[in-house]
């Protein structure tokens, strides 16, 4: 059984500057620990993975040593790989950098990181456009939007992004304050960027709500979405299935209800073409690839579109594949990962742990996938 794969940073030195009264940790936190004040990144991180115990088994970690990650996940027992090496002395905001990069490198799913306001500006700084982060709070002050609202919400959120359960992609805006001004009296707060965070969404329960999701509304929705973020030039390739040619049509677009069609510049420019000829279409050019869930059992690769073979995966790219389906069709598959069988182990390994999910206009989800 395949693993989930978790980035984990911890800033041992976050949240030391509280209670002595520092008004926030940057750069006084020797000063900190010289008042014996006894640091609580890690505890409060303990309370977040405590919620992933109960399917530890299924998890594989990626951290660097010692205190800002390695240690506490020794510790409770879940399977880590130590990426890197700190430095002599305390962690600095470079060892943050690099722990970004090396987990970004290693192609995890997902970032946790516990601290504060400084530490999400360090991974702000290095962070790729859309790698998902989740913020385990554990710093003095809390003012950017990327924190679960404490660490247990945070192993929660992270729990159900797992199982599969419906865990929609944010923005969350990155803010610090000026602690050398507020130690001052002066509250200056400035923004510094924004990153790509898991939100709850609790869409079963909307659903519920609401009646039955409409299909049709959605592919609407979905449409002018697409429609007003066409790439010039880009080749979107559709998949079979009634969400993708229902999507189609709501563009105007006549494509094929079971076959593998071409779009570019807003012109189906191939309908129903077999593999060489999709092949022939994306080799060397850039692509997008849209496919959609086989509703109650999952299957996005392998079952009636095998048109869409290895090579063809290889040539447009995993990083350029997106799943289009309902929330209503997710809610099918109750909590189990999306299927890839293409045939090919090595690359079905190399498929990330999870996919983005377009169900809903300017709505991504993030859902699971099994291999």
Known sequence: MSRFHLGLIIN??????????FKGSDGVAQQALALGIEPKAAARTRTALECLLP?????????????????????????????????????SAADTREAVEA???????LILFAGGDGTARDICSAVREGQPVLGIPAGVKIQSGVYA????????????????????????????????????GKVTARWYGELTVPE??????????????????????????LESNWESDVRYVFGPGSTLHGLAENLGLQTTLLGV????????????VSEAQLFELVDGHPARLLVTAIGGQGHIIGRGNQQISPRVLRAIGLGNLRVVATKRKLATLEGRPLLVDSGDVQLDDAFPDVVRVWAGYKEELLYPVGK
């Open 261 to 272: 069609d071409v779009i570019e510049n807003g012109e189906v420019i191939a309908h129903d």
């Open 12 to 21: 041992p030195l976050a949240g030391l500057g509280g209670p002595a009264g």
């Open 103 to 109: 987990l970004q490198q290693a192609g995890v799913a």
């Open 55 to 91: 399917i530890k088994q299924g998890l594989h970690f990626l951290t660097f040593p010692g205190p800002m990650g390695a240690d506490l996940l020794a510790e409770m027992g879940f399977a880590h790989q130590v990426l890197g090496q700190v430095h002599e002395g305390p962690s």
């Open 149 to 184: 609202i404490n660490p247990r919400a945070a192993g929660e959120l992270t729990r159900r992004l797992i199982e599969g359960g419906l865990v929609r992609l944010a923005s969350g805006e990155v803010r610090d304050i000026d602690e050398a001004a507020l130690r001052e």
């Open 200 to 225: 709850e969404g609790g869409y079963l329960q909307q659903v519920k709500q609401g009646g039955v999701e409409s299909e049709e509304l959605v592919l609407a929705d979905l449409a002018a979405w």
